[in-house]
Every structure is written in C-alpha cells, then in structure tokens.
C-alpha cells in the first residue's frame, strides 16, 4: 500500500487547481494523487469500505489510515513546505467546525468553479506522481 495518496474529484476545476497547488508546495514529493473517479481511486474506495459515488471530498490516505473534509485538508499542509504546513494548527479546532465550512466550499464548488471538460495533460515529472495509471 502507497503512502500519502490523496483522492480528489477529477472533474472539478477547484479540486483540479488544489492538485496543482499541492504539487507545487510539496517540494519533498511526499504526495501521490488519483482521481475519485478512476479506476485506481474506486479500487481504493472498495478497499477501505468508502463510497463510491460521493465525490464530496478530498481523500487522504496515509499508513492505512483514512481521513475526510477539513481533517484531509490539514493533514496534506503538514506535508507541505513552510508556511503552509502551519495550516496544520487549524487541527485544533474541533472537527464540526471545520468540516462545516469545509461542507459550505464543497457544495458549491460546482457553482463557483465549472467542471472541466478538457482534462490538462500535465508533464512527465508531475504525471509519475498520479497513481491512475498503477491500477492494473
């Protein structure tokens, strides 16, 4: 099992650029990525008993642990480069809170920022970090 996989919804235009800015800010290249959608994202979605049509959130998985919403959110900062990895702090708020304005973004990302219909070919060295392609 891969470390630090997170599971994002690939039609998403806001989620699509969230991908972008993690994997300009992890600079240590901690973080491996695949789409909800994909093969190798609904594999893991089975594997870890998680629905396979709720596209809600962000997904992380690390050491075969499974994090959602605002918990996800901060546990990939703390991945990432300084400053941003003091977003991590925000851990201290309790979960409800944060997963409500989590749940406020994610409703309306659709609204906010269309889905894509083209899908970006990204290069070589950011595609060996998207797990798509290891699902056979």
Same mark, same amino acid.
């Given at each position: 099992? %891969?470390?630090?996989? *997170?599971?994002?919804?690939?039609?998403?235009?806001?989620?699509?650029?969230? *991908?972008?800015?993690?994997?300009?800010?992890?600079?240590?290249?901690?973080?491996?990525?695949?789409s909800l959608q994909s093969?190798?994202?609904?594999?893991?979605?089975?594997?870890?008993?998680?629905?396979?049509?709720?596209?809600?959130?962000?997904? =992380?998985?690390?050491?075969?642990?499974? =994090?959602?919403?605002?918990?996800?959110?901060?546990?990939?900062?703390?991945?990432?480069?300084?400053? =941003?990895?003091?977003? =991590?702090?925000?851990?201290?708020?309790?979960?409800?809170? #944060?997963?409500?304005?989590?749940?406020?973004?994610?409703?309306?990302?659709?609204?906010?920022?269309?889905?894509?219909?083209?899908?970006?070919?990204?290069?070589?060295?950011? #595609?060996?970090?998207?797990?798509?392609?290891?699902? %056979?």
């Amino acid at each position: 099992m %891969e470390n630090n996989i *997170v599971l994002f919804d690939g039609v998403c235009s806001f989620c699509n650029s969230s *991908v972008m800015f993690l994997i300009k800010r992890d600079h240590s290249e901690l973080l491996s990525f695949s789409s909800l959608q994909s093969s190798y994202g609904q594999k893991l979605l089975e594997e870890f008993n998680l629905p396979k049509d709720d596209f809600d959130s962000f997904i =992380y998985i690390t050491n075969g642990k499974v =994090y959602s919403k605002s918990t996800a959110a901060l546990k990939i900062a703390r991945k990432l480069s300084f400053p =941003y990895n003091l977003l =991590y702090g925000f851990i201290l708020i309790p979960i409800p809170i #944060r997963d409500k304005f989590y749940s406020i973004i994610a409703r309306n990302r659709y609204r906010l920022f269309p889905k894509k219909t083209l899908c970006e070919i990204p290069p070589e060295h950011i #595609r060996k970090r998207f797990l798509d392609d290891k699902s %056979e």
